[in-house]
């Protein structure tokens, strides 16, 4: 095949020796390489430069009263600077850049590096570590090549794909592979618990934020994480859909500065084969919703325990990662088409996504030093609390958002529920105040955390 293939080239006229500089159309072109493809992709991935100045810790005796005077004249530990080196891509020929949280989320300067050697500095607009997606902004920046992003529930596994980006600081890299899954999820590292397309195309560090393109030079995806026990790529990468990334530059370019999910006011699992056997399915599919919020926006369009949803806006839903992937995509504001499960029967009912309602309000309340526990933060355990602290939908009362200095070290934790402090009942957390600010120094708390009560009594 080969053979012919060359026979076929030297056969061209001279006057037709010099090919059109093109992507690959057929399975014989792109035998012969990638170039065009790099030509087309590579100028719009950009090596990125974070700095991350952190504080040194500090011994807890610093903030203790007792020996604070022991400290004097002593400096509190130094801030200690961390290089952070990563890869981005331009979606915009103004500016706009995206990159992975964990490269620049904490950043306090940013350096972005064009592939012709320009230098911009830029700042992040919008930024989630749970979907490890930062879109930065570029200073000054006009007529920047751009990549276009491709409908990634269109992507099948088996297409080529190609990553680029900076691994180990060596300068602009590409490396070839296939799409070798779809919709893998609980797989990423650091805080990134999304949905994500999964590749054999080499990525190592420095790639994160990098582009996954495939053979047209669309973007498909960009590249986040790997499973690795050396530190070196094993031929399993992840990177995050195209689709997402397309709802987080909208919001960005809208002027948003934190990330806008849906909320769904539920909770559930992916269907097993024993779950499918009970509810007469033939093959196990789906997200067997469990528990619902009063308020949710499913609850409100007749959804209830029990039900399976199976597609949302026609694609499969099949876990509780994938669930949320489909309602981010979606976007607030609309209604997205879900197909419903029951007795039998499939419906498709519409449902609007919207975010978590403030109802009733969350009345959050900062103790401050009249009280015994200073710092303190607590509020109402509304929707848009539950939502902002990833609790069960089935959370009621009082939650500590910050449990402050002396809380924490007296044992209360972030997300912790109070429901008796001094034989006070705990309603509203105004009662936590009242609680707080009764003479004595012993404190006695009856809480609830992660499902399970327990009792806390300290002395300050």
Do not use: C
Not at 118 to 140: N, P, Y
Not at 407 to 436: F, H, K, Y
């Amino acid at each position: 095949m080969l053979r012919a293939l060359l026979t076929v080239f030297l056969l061209v006229p001279a006057s037709l020796a010099v090919a059109e500089t093109r992507v690959p159309a057929t399975q014989s072109e792109i035998s012969l390489g990638f170039a065009p493809v790099v030509k087309q992709a590579a100028p719009a991935v950009v090596n990125i430069y974070a700095k991350i100045i952190r504080q040194g810790r500090a011994s807890p005796l610093f903030s203790d009263p007792f020996f604070r005077d022991f400290f004097q004249g002593r400096t509190a530990p130094r801030k200690r600077v961390e290089n952070s080196l990563g890869s981005g891509v331009i979606l915009t020929g103004d500016g706009y850049v995206v990159s992975n949280y964990h490269v620049v989320g904490m950043a306090t300067e940013i350096r972005v590096v064009t592939t012709d050697r320009r230098e911009f500095e830029a700042m992040v607009v919008l930024g989630d570590s749970e979907s490890d997606i930062a879109i930065l902004k570029l200073s000054e920046a006009q007529g920047l090549p751009s990549l276009s992003l491709r409908d990634s529930d269109q992507v099948e596994v088996g297409e080529l794909a190609l990553a680029i980006g900076n691994p180990f600081g060596v300068g602009q890299t590409v490396s070839s592979g296939i799409v070798s899954g779809l919709a893998r999820s609980g797989t990423a590292t650091g805080n990134a618990r999304g949905y994500f397309l999964q590749t054999d195309a080499p990525i190592n560090p420095g790639n994160s934020g990098g582009a996954l393109v495939d053979v047209n030079g669309d973007l498909i995806g960009i590249n986040t994480s790997i499973l690795t026990r050396s530190g070196g790529s094993n031929g399993i990468g992840f990177a995050i859909p195209a689709n997402l990334v397309a709802e987080f530059l909208r919001q960005a370019q809208d002027g948003a500065t934190e990330f806008q999910q849906p909320w769904a006011g539920m909770s559930g699992q992916q269907m097993t084969a024993d779950i499918a056997e009970l509810l007469g399915l033939h093959l196990p599919g789906g997200f067997v919703v469990s528990n619902m919020h009063r308020l949710s926006p499913f609850a409100e369009a007749g959804f209830k325990p029990g039900d399976v949803i199976t597609h949302m806006d026609g694609q499969e839903v099949n876990s509780p990662p994938e669930m949320k992937f489909r309602m981010a995509v979606a976007g607030i504001g609309g209604t997205a088409r879900v197909t419903r499960y029951r007795g039998g029967a499939s419906q498709e009912v519409d449902v609007a996504m919207m975010l978590a309602p403030d109802e009733p309000p969350a009345e959050q309340t900062a103790l401050d030093d009249r009280t015994i526990l200073p710092g303190l933060i607590v509020a109402r355990a509304n929707p848009a609390v539950i939502a902002r602290m990833a609790l069960s939908v089935s959370t009621e009362g009082v939650v500590v958002l910050d449990p402050g200095w002396n809380g924490n070290r007296a044992g209360l934790r972030r997300g912790d529920i109070l429901l008796n402090v001094n034989d006070r009942q705990i309603e509203t957390p105004s009662d936590v105040r009242r609680a707080l600010t009764d003479p004595g120094r012993w404190v006695n708390m009856l809480l609830e955390r992660q499902g399970q009560r327990m009792s806390l009594r300290f002395r300050l």
